[in-house]
């Protein structure tokens, strides 16, 4: 095996190899000698007769030097940020720090214990897999519906329940999401979104549950440790985890291969912000040790850490050796283990340079926009971080799409019923293109999502009017307060028939929004069978119940089962709702309708200053922008977010077609989407009552 590191200001570099995970010590310490196994700023050596399965670290000795922005010690193991993957395990990564605990300005003293037993080991990995022809799919984003899941919470519940359904033998694994795969076809989604599966320590204990005395978690994974390194407690083993080291690589290959085959792509969430070993205080794991002023952002002081992720530290993404790892980084995910897309988690930190400030032409985003291996991956910016920045709309580096919040809470807004929102949902459920028009970039680049794994799922969105986050251990202050949510009169749970009925329509309403507007939709995994964690909208660290999807409830919640995969279906069947062009309101070339066309519910051209909660709309759903494609059927969509009915006048179609209704989530299910062949006349042409409340869709078949 051949080992690599860079390290430019290390004095010397030892190759650690070891027997077993829990060793305190290593077997064996080569030092190399920079005379002949350094080149430039990288350590590197050559070991005869080692193989896969062996276990390693690195020591990098240096400068203690903290006030110049040296943290070298000698003394700790570092995990090789190119490791593919680390051994499981109970981490206690507390034992990594490097300065004395209690010690007056401690993290300025030097610590000389050793002791490697609980530190996790690197894995040498065998990279030869069947992948049997895979490769990544690499779907237009216009045709996407992407659903957002954690591998661990989506089949968790299911250990010891094998008579449920979906049946999964191996739940909170990488296999348990593979075994999903026939669940996830008959919904209709096209690519999951993996919360971070990049290796991190997951037993990180921080404070317990106030409500039950439970230790919490870290649950999300948004504090990464080895970024080449699947999570290994997510793979399923037979024996002993040290019976079958890298495991987790072999898996979480087979799951993409599986779920390609069934034509579902995986994207990654990944964290290239920060890492686990926080700010001065924390551990030294890995980077800390081998070059900390090449890795991170530091304070003018050198001794203290810039921290735009608040998370303690931000990572210098823009420095050419960073920026190279991040490329690296990247790459591996793409070519070895085939994954289709990245969304970036606080992206816009990739904008800064090494004093912190926000770059026009950031080096590492155009380099990923522009890189010839990952040009048809699809990368997805979370375009703000935790400093200030806030870019949405003007993330730069040309083809990102980005996590539009801006029609998260303009929707949100809308159906709550506040003043004067119609006239922004207009604008968000045709492409934002406030947003993206005016950089070249297309709709399908905003990512439309009403709920995410950071707020409310969609039920808790209409059975909470605020926040409920005690157990999380902060005295409910964590956790966004803007949630633009209502609870129909009853905080919670609620027996009350009328209450369940108004959250249900609600539910529909915000699932027909999402899914019928220009842009790429994402679902929270859980939305479509009322996945609820009990009003937490800032679930990071409960890896229990709270987090984990209740499949007992989806017998229950069958309706918004049925109504969201049909809602897929509809989507993917007429190409008018996967519009990769911004409308215009002019005729087109190749018809003498406009591409779209307003009304108030009196059939007029709307007083966009008077417009609170009601919108019209008529599509023309001719293949105009939509080169290859068929004819679709014209559309008209109605709102009304009042709480009262409202009767619509329905305009004449142009052509004089006949309108038909499609969906109606007022009406009592099966009536509330219908298939094409089903669509049935309005009782009274000309007009159309909508209940409180509710969302219909009219179609004018060509």
């Known amino acids: 095996m051949n080992f690599s590191l860079f390290s430019r200001n290390a004095t010397g570099v030892s190759l650690c190899l070891y027997d077993t995970p829990r060793d305190p010590h290593p077997a064996f310490e080569l030092h190399l000698d920079p005379a002949i196994h350094r080149t430039g700023d990288i350590w590197h050596c050559f070991v005869p007769g080692l193989g896969p399965g062996a276990l390693y670290l690195w020591r990098v000795d240096g400068p203690f030097r903290p006030t110049e922005g040296h943290r070298f010690n000698a003394n700790r193991a570092l995990v090789d940020p190119y490791a593919k993957a680390l051994t499981d395990g109970s981490w206690d990564l507390s034992s990594a720090l490097a300065y004395e605990v209690g010690s007056p300005k401690a993290d300025l003293s030097f610590s000389t214990r050793r002791d490697d ?236 340079d090494s004093q912190g400030r926000l770059l026009e032409n950031p080096p590492v985003i155009e380099t990923i926009a522009e890189d010839p291996l990952l040009r048809d991956t699809k990368i997805i910016a979370e375009a703000w971080d935790a400093g200030g920045a806030y870019q949405v709309g003007s993330f730069p580096g040309g083809r990102w799409a980005e996590w539009n919040d801006k029609y998260r809470d303009d929707v949100r807004r809308f159906w709550r019923g506040d003043p004067g929102t119609a006239v922004h949902l207009a604008t968000r459920i045709t492409g934002s293109s406030d947003l993206y028009l005016r950089d070249g970039r297309k709709p399908f680049h905003s990512i439309n999502f009403v709920t995410a794994h950071d707020g409310f799922t969609l039920n808790d969105l209409v059975s909470y009017s605020r926040k409920h986050n005690k157990e999380n251990g902060e005295s409910n202050a964590d956790g966004s307060d803007q949630n633009w949510s209502s609870n129909f009169g009853i905080e919670g749970p609620s027996d009350d028939p009328n209450v369940e009925s108004r959250r249900r329509r609600q539910i529909k309403n915000f699932l027909a929004t999402l899914l019928l507007s220009i842009g790429t939709p994402m679902i929270l995994g859980g939305d479509e069978i009322r996945r609820t964690q009990k009003g937490n909208n800032n679930a990071y660290c409960q890896d229990n119940p709270i987090s984990w999807y209740d499949w007992e409830s989806a017998t229950k919640n069958r309706e918004i089962f049925r109504f969201c995969r049909e809602l897929i279906a509809f989507r993917r069947e007429h190409p008018a709702f996967r519009r990769p062009e911004f409308y215009t309101g002019k005729d087109s070339d190749a018809n003498d309708i406009p591409d779209i066309t307003w009304f108030d519910e009196r059939g007029l051209y709307p007083d966009w200053s008077r417009m609170d909660f009601t919108l019209a709309a008529m599509i023309d759903g001719s293949k105009a922008e939509r080169p290859g494609e068929d004819d679709d059927d014209d559309f008209l969509i109605l709102f009304n977010a009042k709480p009262h009915p409202l009767s619509f006048a329905v305009p004449l179609h142009p052509k004089g077609r006949p309108w038909l209704k499609a969906i109606d989530t007022g009406a009592p299910e099966p009536h509330d989407i219908l298939r094409r062949d089903s669509w049935i006349p309005l009782p009274r042409p000309g007009s159309i009552v909508l209940v409180p409340r509710s969302f219909v869709l009219l179609g004018a078949r060509r």
């Not at 080991?121 to 049997?132: I, L, Y």
């Not at 005395?213 to 997510?234: C, I, R």
Request: hydrophobic share 35%; net charge negative; aromatic share 12%.
């Open 117 to 352: 037993s609980l530190i996790p080991k690197c894995v040498v990995v065998d990279d030869d897999f069947d992948w049997r022809g895979d490769s990544p799919l690499n779907r237009p984003l216009k045709d996407c519906v992407i659903y957002e899941t954690h591998v661990r919470g989506l089949t968790r519940s299911l250990l010891g329940k094998p008579s449920l359904r979906p049946s999964v033998r191996h739940p909170g694994t990488y296999r348990g999401v593979a075994e999903m795969i026939d669940y996830f076809v008959d919904l209709g989604i096209t690519s999951i979104e993996l919360l971070p599966i990049q290796e991190f320590d997951s037993a990180e204990r921080f404070r317990r549950n106030p409500e039950t005395g439970e230790l919490l978690s870290n649950y999300w994974g948004y504090s990464p440790l080895a970024f080449f390194a699947p999570k290994a407690s997510y793979a399923h083993v037979d024996g002993e985890p040290e019976e079958e080291p890298g495991a987790q690589v072999r898996e979480f290959k087979a799951m993409v291969r599986d779920l390609h085959s069934a034509g579902i792509e995986v994207i990654l969430d990944v964290v290239f912000n920060h890492t686990a070993e926080g700010n001065e205080l924390g551990p030294t794991l890995s980077f800390r040790g081998i070059d900390n002023s090449i890795y991170y952002i530091l304070d003018a002081d050198k001794r203290h850490y810039k921290n735009f992720s608040g998370c303690g530290n931000t990572l210098n993404c823009n420095h050419p050796v960073m920026h190279e790892f991040i490329r690296d980084c990247l790459r591996y995910w793409v070519v070895h283990m085939h994954v289709d897309g990245f969304r970036f988690d606080l992206g816009s930190i990739l904008g800064r």
